[in-house]
């Protein structure tokens, strides 16, 4: 079954410090998105991406993060400046269709942490 | 806006016995209803999802969920576990107006020996 890969497992940056966070959704899917869950809390969303833009974004996703889908295979996430409240698990995840009730995909994460 | 709330952060079971763990949620639009489960170190795995129609479905690895419109639910059953069950369930809601999934807090399942 197709997945959604994302890499690395693991990353470890200093405070302020840029991040790139890397994912390969799902190829024939056409819809994007980054959610976050700090350790013990809820997992939360951060951004929707469709059409080589942004659909919709949270309140978290405040001028430090940027999306990007480069070429026609990859969708990344950029943090600008690190903090120490970034640490957090990341998931991308993708979708095929148009509609709130398909179903989306993830991938199994990149645990960030800010030193 | 929507809003889920899982009552149980940790539900312990004894393995082939019953489990049911609890999601409500809130919205003042029409809902979409999910469960995912996350195993360690691995990503959210759809169980089952509530689009319309009937009330009960039936997702993967067993597990049946059921939607009641007027107590605000979506309570996930399986009538038998497995120590293979152990992991982190969570509930997720979308509306018909938006894209982003809202998520729980998460139910921790253990299934003991």
């Known amino acids: 079954e197709p997945e959604v890969t994302q890499t690395p497992s693991h990353q470890v940056t200093q405070m302020g410090q840029e991040v790139i966070l890397r994912c390969v959704p799902i190829?024939?899917?056409?819809?994007f998105y980054w959610y976050r869950q700090i350790l013990g809390q809820k997992v939360e969303f951060l951004v929707s991406?469709?059409?080589?833009?942004?659909?919709?974004k949270s309140e978290i996703f405040d001028d430090q993060f940027s999306v990007e889908r480069p070429d026609g295979s990859n969708f990344t996430l950029k943090i600008r400046s690190t903090k120490l409240e970034d640490s957090a698990m990341y998931f991308c995840?993708?979708?095929?269709?148009?509609?709130?009730?398909?179903?989306?995909?993830f991938g199994d994460g990149t645990r960030l942490s800010i030193l | 806006a929507q809003s889920v709330t899982q009552l149980d952060s940790q539900v312990p079971v004894f393995e082939e016995a019953p489990v049911e763990l609890r999601c409500n949620y809130s919205?003042?639009?029409?809902?979409?209803l999910f469960w995912y489960v996350q195993y360690p170190n691995q990503g959210l795995q759809l169980l089952l999802k509530?689009?319309?129609?009937?009330?009960l479905v039936k997702g993967i690895n067993g597990f049946e969920a059921e939607f009641n419109k007027s107590q605000t639910s979506f309570h996930l059953r399986k009538p038998s576990v497995h120590i293979s069950d152990t992991a982190e369930y969570f509930c997720?809601?979308?509306?018909?107006?938006?894209?982003?999934?809202?998520f729980g807090t998460g139910t921790r399942l253990q299934v003991f020996p």
């Open positions: 995840a993708s979708r095929a269709r148009q509609g709130s009730n398909q179903p989306q995909h």
């Open positions: 190829s024939n899917h056409l819809y």
């Open positions: 991406f469709y059409n080589n833009e942004i659909s919709e």
């Open positions: 919205s003042s639009v029409s809902v979409y």
């Open positions: 509530y689009l319309s129609g009937s009330t």
């Open positions: 997720a809601v979308s509306g018909w107006n938006t894209d982003k999934l809202i």
